[in-house]
């Protein structure tokens, strides 16, 4: 620091760093403990558990400060800060020496006029969750090529123009209709609920867009309300809610069929892109041409060598002579085979045949021969002529004991060169042996 006289007064010169050094001390020495109220903006939590953000003035007024709370006392926290919210600080002024910027430490931070509602909307969530109005079983699917498309919000919302434009961006074909509503206020809940019960009614869209743009706790209150979140889980119709920032998470978004992040996200998650579509038509229209080409490629190529073949019927026809040729030579070989085979059995046959008559006669002569013999000495006459006779009754009945015979019979004989009549004189039985 330097010093310089004129006419008895000095003049302080200060170094940059002297200078915001004296304002910290300043700063501390007024400011050594302070609590002030405010609207959380730009909320960060760094890598190292530090929290860094800006606190707005709740009113209205264009007023901020800067803050940082660093990890300890962020880790006193019961809640999780998030923009929007309303807090109560507690903390210390300070200088930020590298940029000279003023900031409150934060030693201690509570909810303060949105806390109450946020208890309120904890309370809410959990009773709506045990209904089961939040169950993902309950989600249905989006409509793949949506025709019409409603869109559930304020007129003069800018969330509205976001969603027109995302829509005529992506899917020009597509119809939209608007249901207008309050989206913020005291009237908000029942005109939201009116608007979706008159797209249901009406029953001319495919799916339903619900949403609105950013803001405070406060100001999304009305898509917490009891009856708007009932009307979007009883909805007939899909529906997609895209309300305030992607950080912002209101009862309505969980009743949904479609949470989305912002409301051009919503427009964007509800129609199907008409580029991507025409894109897939053509890729589609291309492998169908390759395959047909491909098919006809392959036609093509069988029908030449159809026609080639039957540019040369010649080759066919001298194809099939030799073929039956080859053939007629085999079926004639065969058949000389077979003769051949016919012939050596029946010379063989022959020659046997030859051999075994004689054999045979001889064999017959020999038998026939014993056979006469048999018969010859069979024969009556044979034993007749040996001193032996026929004795019979006269009547043919034989006689062969004297127990037949009784005296003055008359009998007749039979012998080897004649007959004769005889009569019993007297019979003689043999004595008993």
Excluded at 41 to 50: E, I, L, V
Excluded at 240 to 250: F, K, L, P, R
Excluded at 310 to 337: C, I, M, N, Y
Aim: glycine share 8%.
């Amino acid at each position: 620091m330097a010093e310089a006289s004129g006419r008895g007064l000095q003049r302080v010169t200060w170094s940059v760093g002297a200078l915001v050094a004296a304002v910290a001390d300043a700063l501390q020495a007024r400011f050594a403990s302070c609590s002030v109220e405010g609207e959380l903006s730009g909320f960060s939590r760094a890598s190292s558990g530090h929290c860094y953000f800006t606190l707005k003035d709740a009113d209205g007024a264009a007023a901020l400060v800067r803050c940082a709370m660093f990890k300890r006392a962020a880790s006193l926290l019961d809640f999780a800060p998030a923009d929007g919210q309303r807090v109560e600080l507690r903390g210390r002024l300070a200088v930020y020496e590298p940029r000279g910027e003023l900031q409150l430490v934060v030693e201690a931070m509570r909810r303060a006029g949105a806390g109450a509602l946020y208890e309120q909307f904890l309370r809410l969530k959990a009773k709506l969750e045990a209904q089961g109005l939040f169950d993902a079983s309950v989600k249905r699917a989006l409509p793949a090529f949506p025709q019409r498309i409603g869109v559930v919000t304020s007129r003069g919302a800018a969330a509205l123009h976001d969603v027109l434009t995302a829509l005529k961006r992506r899917a020009p074909h597509v119809e939209v209709i608007v249901y207008p509503s309050l989206v913020q206020g005291a009237e908000a809940p029942e005109a939201l609920v009116r608007a979706i019960q008159t797209a249901n009614e009406r029953a001319e869209v495919d799916v339903l867009i619900v949403c609105r743009g950013g803001g405070s706790l406060e100001d999304l209150w009305a898509f917490n309300d009891e009856r708007v979140v009932r009307a979007i889980a009883t909805s007939g119709l899909v529906v997609a809610c895209g309300v305030g920032h992607e950080t912002d998470v209101t009862l309505a978004d969980l009743a949904a069929d479609l949470r989305a992040p912002t409301p051009t996200a919503a427009a964007e998650l509800v129609s199907p892109s008409r580029q991507a579509n025409l894109d897939a038509l053509g890729a589609l229209a291309a492998a169908l041409t390759r395959r047909i080409d491909q098919r006809l490629e392959a036609a093509a190529q069988r029908l030449d060598r159809v026609a080639l073949r039957l540019a040369r019927p010649a080759d066919a026809l001298a194809s099939q002579q030799q073929r039956l040729a080859w053939l007629s030579h085999r079926l004639s070989v065969a058949v000389q085979r077979s003769q051949t085979r016919q012939a050596e059995v029946t010379g063989r046959l022959g020659r046997r045949l030859l051999q075994a008559g004689p054999k045979r006669r001889l064999s017959a002569e020999l038998h026939l021969d014993a056979l006469e013999g048999r018969l010859r000495s069979l024969d009556p006459r044979q034993v007749l002529a040996r001193g032996f006779a026929w004795l019979d009754d006269g009547q043919g009945n034989p006689l062969s004991s004297v127990a037949q015979l009784h005296q003055g019979q008359d009998l007749h004989a039979v012998l080897a060169d004649g007959q004769a009549q005889l009569q019993v004189r007297s019979v003689l039985p043999d004595a008993a042996p």
